[in-house]
Nanobody, 127 residues
Framework: QVQLLESGGGLVQAGGSLRLSCAAS????????MSWFRQAPGKEREFVAS????????????SVKGRFTISRDNARDNAKSTVYLQMDSLKPEDTAVYYC????????????????WGQGTQVTVSS
């Protein structure tokens, strides 16, 4: 199992920026793809972005493409990995709890495909 710890959420005005971090450690922390999901009140958890283990390929939901950037740093000993989500031009509809996910097995845009989750970090965008 991979242990995940998110940080970096907060309150920001529309048009502003935030950077989320997810520290991953455990079995295959640096060898698997990782993703960010989000869940707004009363809505289902939805895919935001994903990145391959090497960081060379990234994927985004249409709603955030061009505004969010996912990246990662893998420790040289492969014991830890940190995944980032740079969020620019934020909109009120980006307000949600953001979750980091690891241990993929299945369609990566579906929450059910991910076996490990962080505790989540709140992002609130005011208009």
């Amino acid at each position: 199992q991979v242990q995940l710890l998110e940080s970096g959420g907060g309150l920001v005005q529309a048009g502003g920026s935030l950077r989320l971090s997810c520290a991953a450690s455990g079995r295959t922390a640096t060898r698997d793809p990782m993703s960010w999901f989000r869940q707004a009140p009363g809505k289902e958890r939805e895919f935001v972005a994903s990145i391959t283990w090497s960081g060379t390929s990234t994927f985004y939901a249409t709603s955030v493409k061009g505004r969010f950037t996912i990246s990662r740093d893998n420790a040289r000993d492969n014991a830890k990995s940190t995944v980032y989500l740079q969020m620019d031009s934020l909109k009120p509809e980006d307000t949600a709890v953001y979750y980091c996910a690891a241990d993929p097995d299945g369609t990566f845009t579906q929450p059910d495909a991910w076996g490990s989750w962080g505790q989540g970090t709140q992002v609130t965008v005011s208009s």
